[in-house]
Every structure is written in C-alpha cells, then in structure tokens.
C-alpha cells in the first residue's frame, strides 16, 4: 500500500508550478509562480504564460499548490517492513551473527560468525571457554538492539 502525494500543482525548482496527477507528473507547466522561499510561493509579477494549460485539470494554476515536505515541493511517500527484534536475537541464540544478517547487515553478521569460529578454535587453549559466551549474547544483543534502531530511524514503533 503506498501513498503519494494528493494530485495537484506543485511548485519547481525553477519558480514554475507543474501538475501532479497522484502517481505521474503531467508534460504541462504553468511558470511564473515565484520561487519557493521557506514553504512558500514568492510571487515576483506577472509572467506570460508560455504553455497553456489543458482545462480537463480540475485545480486552475491560479490556485496556490499545497506544500509538502520534500525535495520539489512533493514528497511521495515510501514504506519500509519493520525489522524484528525478537526474530533476530531468536536467530542469533542458534548462530551467532545470523541475527545480524537477518537484519540486513552482513557485515556485521560475518564478524560475529567469525568471531564464534575463532572461539572454537581457542577452546583447545581453554581461552574459548570465555570468548564463546561473550561472542553468543553480544550478538543477541547487538541483533536486538540494531532491529530496534533501524525501526526507530524508520519511525517504527517496535
């Protein structure tokens, strides 16, 4: 389900206004709407209109465009699927650094995965008896903890 910006004009970078049909711009523009200045249209005189504009729009250019956040005046919006903490520590508490990839870092997640092998590997000096448990739970809570801020940074309450 994505949402976008309501039909309608909306002002360009170039001081001109052009028509937003709700999912596509429109060849038409009506210029000499001003620059926008802090979310507002300055108007500076009247400026011939070199393409007219087809009547079967239902907002006239004389209408001011509705302003919404975003780089030229629109913003469509884009949604993301939240990332889940607990799949994520459940993933990493049967392998190490697999919570981390489920969350999209495999970076990370190979760090981790490493990290356990090497931990095995020094369990033949006994110094893996400690660094296997501190490998185990810091990948649980760190594929916790970056599921949880990346829905923050995506406005995903989780």
Not at 3 to 20: I, T
Not at 47 to 53: D, E, K, Q
Not at 137 to 152: F, G, I, K, L, R
Request: hydrophobic share 45%; with cysteine.
């Amino acid at each position: 389900m994505s949402q976008s910006a309501p039909a309608g004009w909306y002002p360009q970078p170039d001081g001109s206004r052009r028509w937003w049909t709700g999912s596509s711009w429109a060849e038409v523009s009506a210029p000499g709407a001003g620059p926008v200045v802090h979310g507002e249209v300055v108007a500076f005189g009247s400026a011939p209109t070199a393409h007219p504009v087809p009547s079967s729009y239902p907002v006239p250019p004389d209408r001011p465009a509705p302003l919404v956040a975003g780089p030229y005046g629109y913003s469509p919006m884009m949604q993301v699927a939240p990332k889940s903490p607990g799949l994520a520590v459940l993933a990493s508490f049967f392998l190490p650094g697999l919570g981390q990839f489920v969350n999209g870092q495999g970076a990370k997640g190979f760090a981790f995965l490493f990290s356990c092998f090497v931990g095995f590997l020094l369990l033949a000096v006994v110094i893996g008896v400690f660094v296997l448990p501190v490998v185990w739970v810091w990948s649980m809570v760190d594929a916790y903890s970056s599921a949880q801020a990346w829905n923050a940074r995506h406005g995903i309450l989780s």
